[in-house]
C-alpha cells in the first residue's frame, strides 16, 4: 500500500507542476520533487519485496506459485490500484534467484490447472468443486 499512503502527497506535488512555466527554474525543481516521490514509493515497494521473499525463500525448500494475470486482475476486479501496487511480477523474479542460488525449486502453475479440483493422494478430478466456494471435500476414490 505504499503507493496509496504517497498517492495525496503526490497529487499535490504533481498538481504544483503542472500550473508552473514550461522551461523554468522552479518547473525542473518541482519535477525532480515529483520523481523524489515516485522513487522512494519504488524503493519502499522493492525493499518489503526483497523482505519477504527472503523470508519464503529461507522457510520453505520448493515453492509454487500460480501464473496469474495480473493485468485481466487490474481490470476485471474492484481493486485494480491495489493489484498494481503489490508489484506481482517483481516478487516472482525476486524470489526466483534466491531459491536458486540457494538451490531450491520454484514451480509455476498454470492459471488454468484444477488445483483444488484434484485429489493430492490419488490424481482423481472432482468435477463438483467448479464452485469456489467449496474449501474441502472427500475423495469418493482413496475413501
Known amino acids: 500500500r505504499y503507493y496509496r499512503n504517497a498517492e495525496k502527497k503526490l497529487?499535490?506535488?504533481?498538481?504544483?507542476?503542472?500550473?508552473?512555466?514550461k522551461g523554468s527554474n522552479?518547473?525542473?525543481?518541482?519535477r525532480l520533487?515529483?520523481?523524489?516521490?515516485?522513487?522512494?514509493v519504488s524503493n519502499q515497494r522493492k525493499d518489503f519485496l526483497h523482505k519477504q521473499s527472503r523470508q519464503i525463500a529461507n522457510a520453505y525448500d520448493c515453492i509454487c506459485i500460480e501464473d496469474l494475470d495480473m493485468k485481466a486482475m487490474s481490470r476485471s476486479l474492484k481493486f485494480g490500484k491495489s493489484v498494481s501496487d503489490n508489484g506481482w511480477g517483481m516478487f516472482t523474479t525476486f524470489l526466483k534467484y534466491k531459491l536458486e542460488e540457494q538451490g531450491k525449486k520454484?514451480?509455476?502453475?498454470?492459471?488454468?490447472?484444477?488445483?483444488?479440483?484434484?485429489?493430492?493422494?490419488?490424481?482423481?478430478?472432482?468435477?463438483?468443486t467448479k464452485n469456489l466456494a467449496i474449501r474441502e471435500w472427500d475423495c469418493p476414490q482413496c475413501g
Do not use: D, I
Open 11 to 21: 497529487a499535490r506535488e504533481q498538481r504544483k507542476l503542472s500550473k508552473m512555466q
Open 26 to 30: 522552479n518547473r525542473n525543481k518541482q
Open 33 to 40: 520533487k515529483v520523481a523524489k516521490l515516485h522513487e522512494k
Open 106 to 128: 520454484l514451480v509455476k502453475v498454470g492459471r488454468f490447472f484444477a488445483s483444488s479440483q484434484t485429489c493430492s493422494v490419488c490424481g482423481y478430478k472432482n468435477a463438483k
